[in-house]
């Protein structure tokens, strides 16, 4: 299956140098870009693409309002958004994992790391850039929206006690292997349960379910060391 991408950035080069990046490949191919949000969500909504390679500051429309849009229509439910940002400098990064944002690239990204991402993100399978996406998490929960939960407590009791074991494991940045040693289990039967996981709770990826547990209560910040 092809990988389609859309590439949402205001710079032209970079556009163009991830275009010829991504169509050298076999397996993916570039459906259109877009240099604004606004561009961006129309885009996604004529192609529904797979991916959109959102920038997150754009003039107009920036990615955090497109983001949120895209993930927020029904429409587009089949449709990931990978972030391109500065994990130091960034404030909306937290509000586009709010939005539904399924993972977070730096643009200095080798031509490597940009191409597994875009093909860990089209399988929802796992977090990007463990320690970033970590410190991402923290962050949104120290600073959630009052009130705002991504699915209620009470769907929690849907899942298997399995599921949620395996559920907090993942909150906790576990990949399937290392949730699989620790439990004497297959990493094909952790995946099953994740999947399940997300389905029960409408999840769209693996990100969205870690968001999920920690907004439901299944897992909890740790407190800071002294």
Not at 16 to 33: G, N
Not at 87 to 116: C, H, I, M, N, P
Not at 176 to 182: G, K, L, P, T, V
């Amino acid at each position: 299956m092809t990988i389609r991408v859309l590439l949402a950035d205001d710079q032209a080069l970079l556009r163009a140098t991830f275009r010829m990046l991504i169509d050298s490949c076999e397996d993916m191919t570039v459906v259109d870009e877009a240099a604004d949000g606004t561009e961006a969500l129309r885009m996604t909504r004529a192609h529904h693409p797979d991916i959109v390679l959102m920038d997150i500051r754009m003039p107009g429309t920036d990615g955090l309002a497109a983001t949120s849009a895209i993930c927020a229509d029904p429409d587009l439910a089949a449709t990931r958004v990978l972030i391109l940002t500065t994990f130091e400098t960034d404030e909306y990064v937290a509000q586009a994992l709010r939005a539904g944002a399924s993972g977070f690239l730096g643009k200095d990204v080798t031509a490597e790391a940009l191409l597994a991402a875009l093909r860990t993100v089209a399988a929802g399978d796992a977090l990007l850039s463990p320690t970033a996406t970590r410190t991402l998490i923290k962050k949104f929960l120290m600073s959630p929206s009052p009130g705002t939960h991504l699915a209620p407590e009470r769907l929690l009791t849907e899942l298997t006690a399995r599921e949620r074991e395996i559920m907090g494991l993942a909150a906790e940045g576990k990949t399937n292997a290392e949730i699989a040693r620790d439990l004497t289990l297959s990493p094909l039967t952790v995946r099953t349960h994740i999947h399940r996981a997300m389905t029960k709770l409408g999840a769209r990826d693996r990100a969205q379910l870690v968001v999920i547990a920690y907004q439901s209560g299944l897992a909890r910040v740790a407190p800071p060391t002294p």
